[in-house]
């Protein structure tokens, strides 16, 4: 994105930690800080319990960060609270990863997309309702019969849809979408990306897309920010990241996207990360290597990477 383009979303050095000072404490995010420029997908990639997901919450407020600051449309959410708090939820979305966990299922479709509508009083009557319900649902491909039916009663990638329909019925700025391919078939994954892009593009949305799938993060992001132990190791343009990976652990990702062909598979080696660089006492903060594009290092590490660059 151009400098000129206005920032949505401002992380400056969130930290959470779960259960401090217990044996059980776990530093969630540690200092991460990064920008999502209005219109933008920013994605966010990492392997299970990097701490991405914990991201996601946190800007929504579901959980409460302990240190650092996250701005919403030029405006702090971190000390929202009751009509505040309420009318940002209606700017900022979330798609959950579980379609089936993330439904209601004792309640029907048209009542499980009107959620948002009802919560924020965004219509009048009942007529208005359903209306409304069915305008959501034709939008994700899906019709109007399917408002009397229960959760159950869908595929996968059709509960999926439901979500994105709920998100969106409240006309958000900005949508959340956290790992919400993970849980597909394979076949049905690309349909709901595509889904995504059509929407993001016809309403102007923004994203953060968080997923543990690189290669997928790539084909929807504009820019791609890769996490690991709670710290954010690399940010750049989608194509840049994927095709010149910097830090060890982008490159030990990438090394193990499977190939689509047999042969190169049999071939491809992946590339072990080693963590204790995270632990080894020296400082390191978000260095610009290229134009637009940083990695976590100290002074000598950011030099050899941009020797690698050149």
């Not at 969630?28 to 966010?44: K, P, T």
């Not at 990639?45 to 991201?55: H, N, P």
Request: hydrophobic share 35%.
């Amino acid at each position: 994105m151009t400098e000129q383009a206005k920032k949505l979303v401002e992380l400056s050095n969130v930290s959470l930690t779960f259960n401090p000072g217990r044996p059980n404490e776990v530093k969630a995010i540690d200092q991460v800080s990064f920008d999502i420029y209005e219109g933008e997908v920013f994605g966010l990639v990492g392997e299970s319990g990097s701490g991405k997901t914990t991201v996601g919450r946190s800007i929504l407020r579901l959980h409460d960060i302990q240190s650092g600051d996250i701005r919403f449309d030029g405006q702090s959410v971190t000390p929202l609270s009751g009509k505040d708090l309420h009318d940002f939820r209606k700017n900022a979305q979330m798609i959950f990863q579980d379609p089936q966990a993330s439904l209601n299922g004792r309640m029907k479709i048209r009542d499980i997309v009107a959620e948002g509508l009802d919560i924020h009083h965004l219509v009048s009557s009942k007529a208005e309702r359903d209306a409304r319900v069915e305008e959501l649902l034709e939008l994700v491909g899906l019709n109007k019969d399917h408002m009397t039916r229960y959760p159950h009663e869908f595929s996968g990638g059709q509960r999926q849809r439901i979500g994105i329909a709920r998100a969106l019925a409240v006309k958000p700025k900005f949508i959340i979408a956290d790992e919400p391919i993970s849980a597909l078939d394979v076949s049905i994954q690309a349909q709901v990306v595509n889904l995504m892009q059509k929407l993001q593009k016809e309403r102007g949305l923004t994203y953060l897309f968080i997923a543990h799938d690189l290669s997928m993060v790539k084909y929807i992001s504009d820019r791609i920010g890769v996490m690991h132990h709670g710290k954010m190791l690399e940010i750049g343009p989608a194509d840049e990241v994927y095709h010149n990976p910097l830090h060890p652990y982008t490159k030990s990702l990438l090394s193990a996207i499977p190939e689509p062909d047999p042969i190169s598979e049999r071939n491809r080696v992946h590339t072990p990360y080693d963590a204790s660089l995270e632990t080894d006492g020296q400082a390191r903060e978000m260095r610009e290597i290229t134009p637009g594009h940083f990695v976590l290092a100290t002074e000598a590490e950011a030099k050899s990477y941009q020797a690698q660059s050149n």
